[in-house]
T-cell receptor, first 113, second 117 residues
Framework: KQEVTQIPAALSVPEGENLVLNCSFTDSAIYNLQWFRQDPGKGLTSLLLIQSSQREQTSGRLNASLDKSSGRSTLYIAASQPGDSATYLCAVRRAGANSKLTFGKGITLSVRP | GAVVSQHPSRVICKSGTSVKIECRSLDFQATTMFWYRQFPKQSLMLMATSNEGSKATYEQGVEKDKFLINHASLTLSTLTVTSAHPEDSSFYIC?????????????FGPGTRLTVL
C-alpha cells in the first residue's frame, strides 16, 4: 500500500527565503506525482505535475523534482512571499485508467512579512 | 488551468435530511470524477471514484447507500448525502480527470462545507 509522507507538518520562514518542501513515498512504481496548494477552507490548486519519466518541472518561482528510485520529491519555492502561505500537499498516482491519488498530510507554510 | 465548480459552497441542514452537492467540469470532459472528504487539519480522504455512465467505486468503509454518487454526463457528477447526521459534517471536495490530453492532471473543485445540526 502506497504511503506518502510530508515532514515537517508546519514550517514558518521569513519573507524572501528560498525553501524546500519534502515529500517521500514508499512505492516507487508511480505514474506521476502532483503538488497542490490549499488555502484555508478552499479546494486544491494544482501547482506542478511530474510524470514518472521526468526529473523536474518548473513554473515561475516553483520547481518540483522527482527521484523515483529513492521515493522522493521536493518542491522548491524561490524568494518566498507572504502570499505563499498555505498548505502544500504532495500526491502520487499509480498506473491505470482509474488509478487514484494518494495524498500526504501536507505541510502548512507560513511566510512572515 | 481547467476549472471545476461545486455547488453549493456551503450548506447547513437538519439531521435526517438529504443534501445534494453538484460538481461540474466547466471547460473539459471529465471521464473520471472523484469525491473526497476532508476533516479539519487532515488530508483528503477518497470516498469514491466514478466514471461517466457507470456505477461509482467506493472506498472501503464508505457506505454507498448513504453517499449516493451519480456521474450522468461528462461534465456533471453529484454526491447526495442521505439522512445526514452531525458526524457527516465535513468539507467535501470533488475532483475531475479528463480525456484526450487532460488525462494526467486532476483538477479540484473549491469544496462544499456541510454542517449538519
Amino acid at each position: 500500500k502506497q504511503e506518502v509522507t510530508q515532514i515537517p507538518a508546519a514550517l514558518s520562514v521569513p519573507e524572501g527565503e528560498n525553501l524546500v518542501l519534502n515529500c517521500s513515498f514508499t512505492d516507487s512504481a508511480i505514474y506521476n506525482l502532483q503538488w497542490f496548494r490549499q488555502d484555508p477552507g478552499k479546494g486544491l490548486t494544482s501547482l506542478l505535475l511530474i510524470q514518472s519519466s521526468q526529473r523536474e518541472q518548473t513554473s515561475g518561482r516553483l520547481n518540483a523534482s522527482l527521484d523515483k528510485s529513492s521515493g522522493r520529491s521536493t518542491l522548491y519555492i524561490a524568494a518566498s512571499q507572504p502570499g505563499d502561505s498555505a498548505t502544500y500537499l504532495c500526491a502520487v498516482r499509480r498506473a491505470g485508467a482509474n488509478s487514484k491519488l494518494t495524498f500526504g498530510k501536507g505541510i502548512t507554510l507560513s511566510v512572515r512579512p | 488551468g481547467a476549472v471545476v465548480s461545486q455547488h453549493p459552497s456551503r450548506v447547513i441542514c437538519k439531521s435526517g435530511t438529504s443534501v445534494k452537492i453538484e460538481c461540474r467540469s466547466l471547460d473539459f470532459q471529465a471521464t473520471t470524477m472523484f469525491w473526497y472528504r476532508q476533516f479539519p487539519k487532515q488530508s483528503l480522504m477518497l470516498m469514491a471514484t466514478s466514471n461517466e455512465g457507470s456505477k461509482a467505486t467506493y472506498e472501503q468503509g464508505v457506505e454507498k447507500d448513504k453517499f449516493l454518487i451519480n456521474h450522468a454526463s461528462l461534465t456533471l457528477s453529484t454526491l447526495t448525502v442521505t439522512s445526514a447526521h452531525p458526524e457527516d459534517s465535513s468539507f467535501y471536495i470533488c475532483s475531475a480527470r479528463g480525456a484526450s490530453g487532460r488525462t494526467d492532471t486532476q483538477y479540484f473543485g473549491p469544496g462544499t462545507r456541510l454542517t449538519v445540526l
